[in-house]
């Protein structure tokens, strides 16, 4: 890790952005809802990190792209990054009409990890910048620069959603992210105008010095687990000479110092400690540190689940086999929930970092992504890997719906017809000065209505398709971060006299076999079967069996939906109720 040299301030960082993402109804955005989920459809690795995220996140299925990427999952050019990989996101969330609620851009694994931008690089500065290359999370968080074509994600604050810093090096607020906020030079939300984002990570990385699917599982479980848990434990800091720690500890330590007293603030304990790791300590809930290598096992320390643990070295987002010091897989191995690192030789840059910032950010309940883009001004070369919805430190809404004016309560299958008013009630628990600022309701995981507290949502079943839908009420928070809590109830709609059912046996198949797929209904034109994004047959009758690869759904839990037509227009339409399998080796 080279020392500093002075960053060369290129174009500025464009504004422009999708015309479909411009001027969005406001949305509380860091919610599954709020999550684009990209999947390596070719690759047996990423359908099965993804089921295992959708399944514990509740990813609604629209919000799932299947993308079959065959290149390489090291680096790519970034004229094939925009055409094959950023064009075809964007275009997909526009064509579903979701452009509104997307915040994040999330990646399963197999997909590049490195683009590579040299043919593009502006003429003043060839022969000067020796690394031109970027991360896929962070070229895919400045899309708005990479689509523009010009060098505007190499400004050095080219991410304006970066939290200003007081003084002593403590971010002033903490904000939610929505991908329709602008943000001015300041960082301050414009009306009109500023630059927007979309927040990205990865899920995993299973190749080279990557991590195994189970490993990916485990901490991705371990991560939804955490959720408003506020995890005892302790934040550390760790302190030596090297440059990768020097670069953002401070004078003298004195920006930790100032953190580990902010965090005592809020009620989490931090603590400076000198060396690489913190040894023997089987409460880590955070960790920052500086070293080219490290031996985690070794240090006889415990990674509490939910934790950002990360490292300031060259190549700790470097996967490739050859490479040398540690990766950032070695603290995801380890349970944290996310962890990042930079995909070439960055420089000892404190802006290409994250900021000692993020463990604050993190505290005042922002989920994973937004506490790391919140602490990092130029994200273009950091990988940030993990379960961005983590938000261990959140004081999360509980939600409830009723249907007015009896408050009769909705159960899980129960049907509804006609005109429905329903009242969304939340509360915060152990929230002090903080109240459920709106509420937003989404029928099969797309965004429909908003509505105040002691407000209704008026849902006219009569203009959607017969049978099976999903209903979401989400609570948003007073709070500059916007915390979100959910209610989700599987409903049946009944206005137009249509049925379809669906059956899926076996229930549990091993990834070399076949599941036998039967749908029936009446009097229907056509019959559509999907799972995760995926369509799986097409019938032009209203009954069919189709035998389905279990290898084509991946391992893990997937859920098998069908849909039947009668004619154009939702009217004409029908759900069948979902059939939930396992694809595992387990007998």
């Given at each position: 890790?080279?020392?500093?040299?002075?960053?060369?301030?290129?174009?500025s960082?464009?504004?422009?952005?999708?015309?479909?993402?411009?001027?969005?109804?406001?949305s509380?955005?860091?919610g599954?809802e709020?999550?684009?989920?990209?999947?390596?459809?070719?690759?047996?690795?990423?359908?099965?990190?993804?089921?295992?995220?959708?399944?514990?996140?509740?990813?609604?299925?629209?919000?799932?792209?299947m993308?079959?990427?065959?290149?390489?999952v090291?680096?790519?050019?970034?004229?094939?990054?925009?055409?094959?990989?950023?064009?075809?996101?964007?275009?997909?969330?526009?064509?579903?009409?979701?452009?509104?609620?997307?915040?994040?851009?999330?990646?399963?694994?197999?997909?590049?990890?490195?683009?590579?931008f040299?043919?593009?690089?502006?003429?003043?500065?060839?022969?000067?910048?020796?690394?031109?290359s970027?991360?896929?999370?962070?070229?895919?968080?400045?899309?708005?620069?990479?689509?523009?074509?010009?060098?505007?994600?190499?400004?050095?604050?080219?991410?304006?959603?970066?939290?200003?810093?007081?003084?002593?090096?403590?971010?002033?607020?903490?904000?939610?992210?929505?991908s329709?906020?602008?943000?001015?030079?300041?960082?301050?939300?414009?009306?009109?105008?500023?630059?927007?984002?979309?927040?990205?990570?990865?899920?995993?990385?299973?190749?080279?010095?990557?991590?195994?699917?189970?490993?990916?599982?485990?901490?991705?479980?371990a991560?939804?687990?955490?959720?408003?848990?506020?995890?005892?434990?302790?934040?550390?800091?760790?302190?030596?000479s090297?440059?990768?720690?020097?670069?953002?500890?401070?004078?003298?330590?004195t920006?930790?110092?100032?953190?580990?007293?902010?965090?005592?603030?809020?009620?989490?304990?931090?603590?400076?400690?000198?060396?690489?790791?913190?040894?023997?300590k089987?409460?880590?809930?955070?960790?920052m540190?500086?070293?080219?290598?490290?031996?985690?096992?070794?240090?006889?320390?415990?990674?509490?689940?939910?934790?950002?643990?990360?490292?300031?070295?060259?190549?700790?987002?470097?996967?490739?086999?050859?490479?040398?010091?540690?990766?950032?897989?070695?603290?995801?191995?380890?349970?944290?929930?996310?962890?990042?690192?930079t995909?070439?030789?960055?420089?000892?840059?404190?802006?290409?970092?994250?900021?000692?910032?993020i463990?604050?950010?993190?505290?005042?309940?922002?989920?994973?992504?937004?506490?790391?883009?919140?602490?990092?001004r130029?994200?273009?070369q950091?990988?940030?890997?993990?379960?961005?919805?983590?938000?261990?430190?959140?004081?999360?809404?509980?939600?409830?719906?009723?249907?007015?004016?009896?408050?009769?309560?909705?159960?899980?299958?129960?049907?509804?017809?006609?005109?429905?008013?329903?009242?969304?009630?939340?509360?915060?628990?152990?929230?002090?000065?903080?109240a459920?600022?709106?509420?937003?309701?989404?029928?099969?995981?797309?965004?429909?209505?908003?509505?105040?507290?002691?407000?209704?949502?008026?849902?006219?079943?009569?203009?959607?398709?017969?049978?099976h839908?999903?209903?979401?009420?989400?609570?948003?928070?007073?709070?500059?971060?916007?915390?979100?809590?959910?209610?989700i109830?599987?409903v049946?709609?009944?206005?137009?006299?249509?049925s379809?059912?669906?059956?899926?046996?076996?229930?549990?198949?091993?990834?070399?076999?076949?599941?036998?797929?039967?749908?029936?209904?009446?009097?229907?034109?056509?019959?559509?079967?999907?799972?995760?994004?995926?369509?799986?047959?097409?019938?032009?009758?209203?009954?069919?069996?189709?035998?389905?690869?279990?290898?084509l759904?991946g391992?893990?839990?997937?859920?098998?939906?069908?849909?039947?037509?009668?004619?154009?227009?939702?009217?004409?339409?029908?759900?069948?109720?979902?059939?939930?399998?396992?694809?595992?080796?387990?007998?």
């Amino acid at each position: 890790m080279p020392h500093s040299r002075p960053f060369r301030r290129c174009l500025s960082l464009c504004a422009g952005l999708l015309a479909a993402l411009a001027g969005s109804a406001a949305s509380g955005g860091g919610g599954p809802e709020n999550v684009f989920l990209v999947v390596n459809s070719a690759s047996a690795d990423s359908l099965a990190v993804a089921n295992a995220f959708a399944a514990l996140r509740g990813i609604p299925p629209i919000n799932v792209l299947m993308l079959p990427w065959q290149g390489s999952v090291e680096a790519v050019p970034i004229a094939t990054f925009r055409d094959e990989l950023l064009r075809p996101i964007l275009q997909t969330i526009d064509s579903r009409r979701l452009a509104p609620q997307i915040d994040h851009v999330v990646y399963s694994s197999d997909f590049p990890w490195r683009v590579d931008f040299a043919a593009e690089l502006p003429s003043e500065l060839e022969g000067k910048d020796k690394f031109p290359s970027g991360s896929l999370t962070g070229m895919t968080t400045l899309f708005a620069a990479v689509q523009q074509g010009g060098p505007g994600f190499l400004d050095p604050a080219s991410n304006l959603y970066w939290r200003p810093l007081d003084p002593a090096g403590v971010p002033t607020a903490t904000a939610g992210f929505r991908s329709w906020y602008g943000w001015g030079p300041l960082g301050e939300i414009v009306e009109a105008g500023g630059s927007r984002y979309l927040l990205s990570t990865m899920l995993g990385v299973t190749a080279g010095r990557g991590n195994s699917v189970p490993e990916i599982v485990r901490y991705l479980t371990a991560a939804a687990a955490a959720d408003g848990t506020k995890p005892p434990g302790t934040i550390y800091f760790v302190t030596n000479s090297d440059v990768r720690t020097t670069t953002r500890s401070g004078t003298n330590g004195t920006i930790f110092s100032a953190t580990v007293r902010e965090l005592g603030k809020l009620g989490v304990k931090g603590e400076i400690v000198t060396g690489r790791l913190p040894i023997g300590k089987r409460d880590v809930a955070g960790l920052m540190t500086g070293s080219a290598d490290f031996d985690l096992p070794g240090s006889g320390s415990t990674i509490v689940p939910g934790a950002i643990c990360e490292n300031l070295t060259s190549f700790g987002g470097i996967f490739t086999p050859s490479a040398g010091q540690t990766p950032l897989s070695a603290f995801l191995r380890a349970g944290a929930a996310g962890s990042s690192g930079t995909v070439i030789e960055p420089y000892a840059i404190q802006a290409k970092f994250p900021h000692a910032a993020i463990q604050v950010h993190y505290a005042r309940g922002a989920n994973l992504a937004e506490a790391f883009y919140q602490s990092v001004r130029s994200p273009y070369q950091l990988l940030v890997v993990g379960d961005p919805l983590c938000r261990p430190w959140a004081a999360i809404p509980v939600v409830e719906a009723v249907i007015a004016p009896d408050a009769k309560a909705i159960g899980p299958g129960d049907t509804l017809a006609g005109a429905v008013e329903l009242e969304p009630r939340g509360t915060i628990p152990g929230a002090k000065g903080v109240a459920v600022d709106r509420f937003e309701l989404f029928v099969d995981g797309v965004r429909s209505a908003q509505c105040g507290p002691g407000e209704r949502f008026t849902l006219d079943t009569t203009t959607m398709a017969d049978g099976h839908h999903e209903l979401r009420v989400v609570a948003i928070d007073s709070s500059p971060v916007e915390t979100q809590g959910r209610w989700i109830m599987p409903v049946t709609f009944r206005n137009h006299g249509r049925s379809l059912s669906l059956a899926a046996e076996p229930r549990r198949v091993k990834p070399d076999g076949t599941v036998r797929v039967s749908v029936k209904g009446e009097g229907l034109e056509g019959i559509v079967i999907f799972a995760m994004g995926r369509v799986l047959g097409r019938e032009a009758k209203p009954e069919a069996t189709i035998e389905v690869p279990a290898e084509l759904l991946g391992r893990g839990m997937v859920t098998i939906r069908a849909t039947g037509r009668a004619g154009p227009g939702a009217t004409n339409s029908v759900n069948a109720a979902p059939v939930t399998i396992s694809v595992t080796d387990a007998q």
